[in-house]
């Protein structure tokens, strides 16, 4: 008896595009379809999870990195039947704090005066990475790239977005397809005990933690993530 192969889709994170997933997608689009969400559209994770859901047809796996698992979330409580699998990567299932929306609403006026590159530079790329890889030039370099190919409106449309998103842990206990929790040890942004949290409430959820790995894991530890992502496969098709 065969097996479906279901499709894969891939949600990036803010200000980030195909260019975060291109060691899974080399990996995996030779064996199954992979679609990466497009988030440069919508001013709502709620849009921006009903854009992401009509970019793929049918039943698929979503793996989703920080605000990509924060759109995932929103995706489960739109369309559950359709997700088979589910992988949360360096995420957050919690509302917006009140402090972080300050930081945002700041971090938009600088950007509107002309300063979202430098914002990128002295806020983003320090937390992004673990310590081991923030001299990465090729890693820096395509940070850089992915936040300027999406330029200000973006930033502003998904910064937005993440302020005003509704608090996910209620869903988490609602999450029954086989899930996958996965984040570096030296996430700054979503941090280790964000991830064990999910894992304790999804009911069919395992946890990984990378040590000498940041927010990025995509990037920062792919064979790792492209094992796991393989581990869900296997999960959902067996």
Request: hydrophobic share 40%; net charge negative.
């Amino acid at each position: 008896m065969l097996m479906t192969a279901y499709p894969l889709l891939f949600i990036p994170g803010m200000m980030c595009d195909d260019t975060l997933w291109s060691p899974q997608i080399d990996h995996f689009s030779s064996l199954r379809q992979t679609v990466v969400a497009d988030l440069s559209r919508g001013d709502s994770i709620e849009e921006m999870a009903k854009n992401a859901l009509n970019s793929v047809d049918g039943d698929f796996i979503a793996i989703g990195l920080s605000m990509g698992g924060i759109i995932a979330f929103e995706m489960w409580r739109q369309a559950p039947e359709r997700i088979k699998g589910l992988a949360l990567l360096d995420t957050n299932a919690m509302a917006e704090s009140d402090a972080r929306k300050q930081e945002r609403h700041r971090q938009i006026i600088d950007a509107k005066q002309g300063h979202l590159m430098k914002l990128l530079v002295d806020e983003f790329k320090p937390r992004y990475l673990a310590p081991t890889h923030r001299q990465d030039k090729d890693l820096l370099e395509k940070i850089r790239l992915m936040a300027e190919g999406l330029g200000l409106p973006v930033f502003e449309q998904q910064s937005k977005a993440l302020m005003n998103r509704c608090d996910s842990m209620q869903t988490l206990p609602t999450i029954t397809c086989p899930t996958e929790v996965l984040c570096g040890e030296d996430d700054e942004l979503c941090p280790v005990e964000y991830h064990q949290m999910m894992a304790v409430h999804i009911p069919d959820a395992r946890l990984t933690v990378l040590p000498d790995c940041g927010h990025l894991s995509s990037l920062e530890a792919p064979a790792v993530v492209n094992r796991m992502i393989s581990d869900l496969i296997q999960r959902v098709e067996t």
